[in-house]
């Protein structure tokens, strides 16, 4: 008789014990990056009345089943649901969430281990550090190198480190962008054919351009090119379309660099000669289509001379407007952090007031073998136990196995709460069977006791 009321007391605590969970889950239904919590039960085991009996061919004896009683039920296991909750937009540009698999990796100080995270929370404190909603550092690299291409490469072998928005000991000072002296300047346009051609001799322009340069220090300089039409009686030679040659008209222009403020300017004129079509003349040797112009900016300046490429193979003569402008001058001055920008790729972009961008850092992911193995620790952090894989080191988002990052985004609880609620009845249905069982075998008990009067 005791053995139903002891089965009645271990449903009673497996129930209550599932209750608890999902009394947790309803709990965290909007907790960032909460994972929600599943109970399974299993019966403890069973007590054999009598064992399994084999069949007898000889006697034509049939075999028997063994005759159990069960003696309760436990708590099976309590399971992470580790798949990915709904994102939420927030459009806070430190807020991130993960598509797929992996966590953000965060730690308290440097005495701390490292702890993993869903939830993307993050933003700035006074020093310029990305930290967690609890002032944990956020983790990452940031030595970088650019390639040829002009892409950015981390070095992501290396350990990671915690991620500074304003300085690292790697990039020194982020809050400043330096200058960068101008060593190429493309022109592009025309040169109208209609203009009187002018004598050698004088050097009156007919069409000027004017363009900044800068010089390593940042300072801006204000550079003129002043075009004028010196001859149009020359010609050149030409190879017809069956293979016989000629020669055909073209028209010289020269053109002189002029400083508004009356700095050095070598290689100060040069010439360009546009054939019968108004088509540049490229790979004459007298009137190259590239010049490099070299400019002091003085000795009170505090910087070196700058040697500058000047392109006009973009030029073209035609009876129009003219209309020649610079396209493309590189070289930028000193600029001042205003935002960033945060890529699916977790680099953090810094913007800069002088219109320039720089790599700030790269967040890094951590990816384990069994997610469902990581230990809830609270503050919606887990840690590795042994049964979740280690960590070993951190991979960029979108390889090796983790997802990509979804900027201005967060991570919401996976609970389900259709399925908690519809999981709430059928345990407290499970639990008043269970005190049944125990009120039953009680009232059974009492009638046993009542048969001595």
Request: glycine content about 14%; overall charge negative; hydrophobic content about 30%.
């Given at each position: 008789m005791m053995r139903s009321m002891f089965s009645g007391v271990s449903g009673l605590k497996a129930h209550q014990a599932k209750m608890d969970v999902i009394g947790n889950n309803v709990a965290n239904v909007n907790t960032l990056g909460f994972k929600a919590g599943r109970v399974t039960f299993q019966e403890i085991f069973n007590q054999t009345l009598r064992g399994a009996g084999a069949p007898d061919a000889a006697t034509a004896r049939g075999g028997t089943n063994p005759m159990q009683i069960g003696l309760g039920i436990a708590v099976g296991s309590i399971d992470n649901q580790m798949t990915g909750g709904s994102p939420q937009r927030t459009d806070n540009p430190t807020d991130l969430s993960i598509s797929g698999d992996g966590f953000f990796i965060v730690k308290g100080s440097t005495a701390d281990t490292f702890k993993f995270t869903r939830a993307g929370n993050f933003g700035l404190d006074k020093l310029g550090n990305l930290v967690s909603g609890d002032g944990m550092n956020v983790y990452g690299w940031t030595k970088y190198e650019t390639l040829g291409d002009g892409t950015v490469k981390f070095d992501t072998e290396t350990q990671i480190g915690p991620i500074n928005l304003y300085s690292d000991a790697t990039n020194g000072n982020k809050k400043i962008i330096a200058a960068k002296a101008t060593t190429y300047a493309e022109f592009s346009g025309n040169l109208n054919s209609a203009y009187a051609t002018k004598a050698s001799t004088d050097t009156t322009a007919q069409f000027s351009v004017p363009f900044t340069i800068y010089d390593s220090l940042g300072n801006a300089h204000e550079l003129n090119v002043n075009f004028r039409k010196t001859d149009s009686t020359l010609t050149i030679p030409v190879t017809n379309p069956d293979g016989t040659t000629g020669?055909?008209?073209?028209?010289?222009?020269?053109?002189?660099?002029?400083?508004?403020?009356?700095?050095?300017?070598?290689?100060?004129?040069?010439?360009?000669?546009?054939?019968?079509?108004?088509?540049?003349?490229?790979?004459?040797?007298?009137?190259?289509?590239?010049?490099?112009?070299?400019?002091?900016?003085?000795?009170?300046?505090?910087?070196?001379?700058?040697?500058?490429?000047?392109?006009?193979?973009?030029?073209?003569?035609?009876?129009?407007?003219?209309?020649?402008?610079?396209?493309?001058?590189?070289?930028?001055?000193?600029?001042?952090?205003?935002?960033?920008?945060?890529?699916?790729?977790?680099?953090?972009?810094?913007?800069?007031?002088?219109?320039?961008?720089?790599?700030?850092?790269?967040?890094?992911?951590?990816?384990?073998?069994?997610?469902?193995?990581?230990?809830?620790?609270?503050?919606?952090?887990?840690?590795?136990?042994?049964?979740?894989?280690?960590?070993?080191?951190?991979?960029?988002?979108?390889?090796?196995?983790?997802?990509?990052?979804?900027?201005?985004?967060?991570?919401?609880?996976?609970?389900?709460?259709?399925?908690e609620f519809t999981d709430m009845i059928i345990t407290q249905r499970g639990f008043q069977a269970n005190s049944r069982i125990i009120t039953t075998s009680d009232e059974m008990l009492q009638e046993l006791v009542n048969l001595k009067r």
């Open positions: 020669t055909q008209p073209a028209t010289q222009w020269t053109y002189s660099i002029s400083d508004k403020d009356g700095n050095s300017v070598s290689a100060t004129e040069g010439k360009v000669i546009f054939d019968s079509k108004g088509k540049l003349v490229l790979g004459d040797t007298t009137s190259p289509e590239q010049a490099v112009l070299n400019f002091d900016p003085g000795a009170g300046s505090g910087t070196d001379k700058i040697d500058i490429t000047l392109d006009f193979k973009k030029l073209t003569q035609y009876a129009a407007d003219s209309s020649v402008k610079p396209s493309n001058v590189n070289g930028y001055t000193t600029g001042n952090l205003v935002t960033f920008n945060v890529g699916s790729d977790g680099m953090l972009t810094g913007v800069y007031s002088n219109g320039q961008q720089q790599p700030l850092g790269l967040i890094a992911l951590a990816g384990f073998d069994n997610p469902a193995g990581l230990q809830k620790v609270g503050g919606n952090l887990f840690i590795p136990t042994t049964n979740s894989g280690d960590f070993i080191k951190g991979v960029p988002a979108g390889s090796q196995g983790v997802g990509t990052l979804s900027p201005g985004t967060l991570e919401m609880s996976n609970v389900d709460l259709s399925r």
